[in-house]
Each structure stands twice: as structure tokens, then as C-alpha cells.
């Protein structure tokens, strides 16, 4: 079964400044996607980034990038210029690719909890 | 962005009693959406999944006759927790997978609801 990992509780960054969050994850498949959400104290799940493990290229959005390691099975995420409203709990997931008639599960980390300061 | 519909917000009920929550998909039709289960400072646990037509499929461990789902149209599924005790107080969260976008296989969320039992 696959498993999700996300070694950092909590984690705190200076404004302006960079910050990574770590996720490692378990699989014997070849082909899944790999996200990170984020979840602002609203409690609302926003989609940050998002990554197909059969390319080769690091996602980006903006101040957000990833580093995909496949051989690893390590999926960590970068923020970079970090602002006070990046304050929040980011969750790394994974998603294998169903069947035709399956579903589209996620399985989820515990959670890193990061907090930008002023 | 795809924009998904939680209601109510917030729900006090007595004990005993049964709380309806509403998800809807806004933008698009969502053959599948899922119901999550969040604790403070933890993680989403999958409850179920709720394809459109169909029973739900639930997660070992889930009371599907404590947790009624239906999903009678393609833009709206349905949580019922029926006669709630106070440890079913939490914060619900609901996800749409949309069916024209199925190659991005992204889950967008509800803005959850947080039931408080008493």
C-alpha cells in the first residue's frame, strides 16, 4: 500500500526568505501524480502544485517549485519569497492513476505546519 | 478555477438528532466526489467516496448507516450524519473530481463544515 510521509510538523521561515517542506512516499508504481495543498487557517484546501511522476521536469508555480526525486520517492516543496499569507498547514499527496472504472483516491501526509513570520 | 459549494459552514445540533451536508459542484458536472473527516491539527481521513447513481463506497471503518451519501445528480452529493453523538463532532470536507478534466485528475474542496455535536 502506499503511504505519504511528512517529516516536519512544523516549520517557520522569515519573510523573504526560502523554505522547503519535505515528503517522501511509498510505491511500486510507475505512473501516479504527486500534489501539494495547502490549508490556510479558513480551513479551505487550496491546490498548490502538481506533478506527474512520468515527467522528468520539476513542476512550478510561481514562488512555488518542487524538486521530484523518483528514484528517492521524494517529492519536497520549495517556496520561495516566502509572504505572511503563505502561512499555513501544506499537505503532500499522492494518487495513482485508476482503472478505467476506478476512483482517483488521494492518500495524504500528516501535514507541515509553516508559519512566515513578519 | 473549478469552484465547489459546501453548506451549511457550521452546524450546532443536539445529540441525537441528524445534520444534512450539502456539496455542489458549481462549475462542471463531478461523477465522483469525496467526503473527508479532519480533526484539529491532523490530517483528512477519507470517509467515503460518492460516485454519482451509484451507492457510495465507504472506507473500513465508516458507518455507512451513520454516514448516509447520496449523489443523485451530477452536481450535487449529500452527507447525512444520522442520530449524532458528540464524538462526531468535526470538521467535514468535501472534494469534486471533475469529469471534463479527468487527464488533471485534481480534487478540489469544499470549504468544509465543522459540526459541533451536543
Known amino acids: 500500500a502506499q503511504t505519504v510521509t511528512q517529516s516536519q510538523p512544523e516549520m517557520s521561515v522569515q519573510e523573504a526568505e526560502t523554505v522547503t517542506l519535505s515528503c517522501t512516499y511509498d510505491?511500486?508504481?510507475?505512473?501516479?501524480?504527486l500534489f501539494w495543498y495547502k490549508q490556510p487557517p479558513s480551513r479551505q484546501m487550496i491546490l498548490v502544485i502538481r506533478?506527474?511522476?512520468?515527467?522528468?521536469q520539476n513542476a512550478t508555480e510561481n514562488r512555488f517549485s518542487v524538486n521530484f526525486q523518483k528514484a528517492a520517492k521524494s517529492f519536497s516543496l520549495k517556496i520561495s519569497d516566502s509572504q505572511l499569507g503563505d502561512t499555513a498547514m501544506y499537505f503532500c499527496a499522492f494518487m495513482k492513476p485508476p482503472p478505467i472504472s476506478g476512483t482517483y483516491k488521494y492518500i495524504f501526509g500528516t501535514g507541515t505546519r509553516l508559519k512566515v513570520l513578519a | 478555477g473549478a469552484v465547489v459549494s459546501q453548506h451549511p459552514s457550521w452546524v450546532i445540533c443536539k445529540s441525537g438528532t441528524s445534520v444534512k451536508i450539502e456539496c455542489r459542484s458549481l462549475d462542471f458536472q463531478a461523477t465522483t466526489m469525496f467526503w473527508y473527516r479532519q480533526f484539529p491539527k491532523q490530517s483528512l481521513m477519507l470517509m467515503a467516496t460518492?460516485?454519482?447513481?451509484?451507492?457510495?463506497?465507504?472506507e473500513q471503518g465508516v458507518e455507512k448507516d451513520k454516514f448516509l451519501i447520496n449523489h443523485a445528480s451530477l452536481t450535487l452529493s449529500t452527507l447525512t450524519v444520522t442520530s449524532a453523538h458528540p464524538e462526531d463532532s468535526s470538521f467535514y470536507i468535501c472534494?469534486?473530481?471533475?469529469?471534463?478534466?479527468?487527464?488533471?485528475?485534481?480534487?478540489?474542496f469544499g470549504a468544509g463544515t465543522r459540526l459541533s455535536v451536543l
Open positions: 510505491t511500486s508504481e510507475s505512473n501516479y501524480y
Open positions: 472534494s469534486v473530481v471533475a469529469g471534463n478534466i479527468l487527464a488533471k485528475n485534481i480534487q478540489y
Open positions: 506533478q506527474e511522476a512520468y515527467k522528468q
Open positions: 460518492s460516485n454519482e447513481g451509484s451507492k457510495a463506497t465507504y
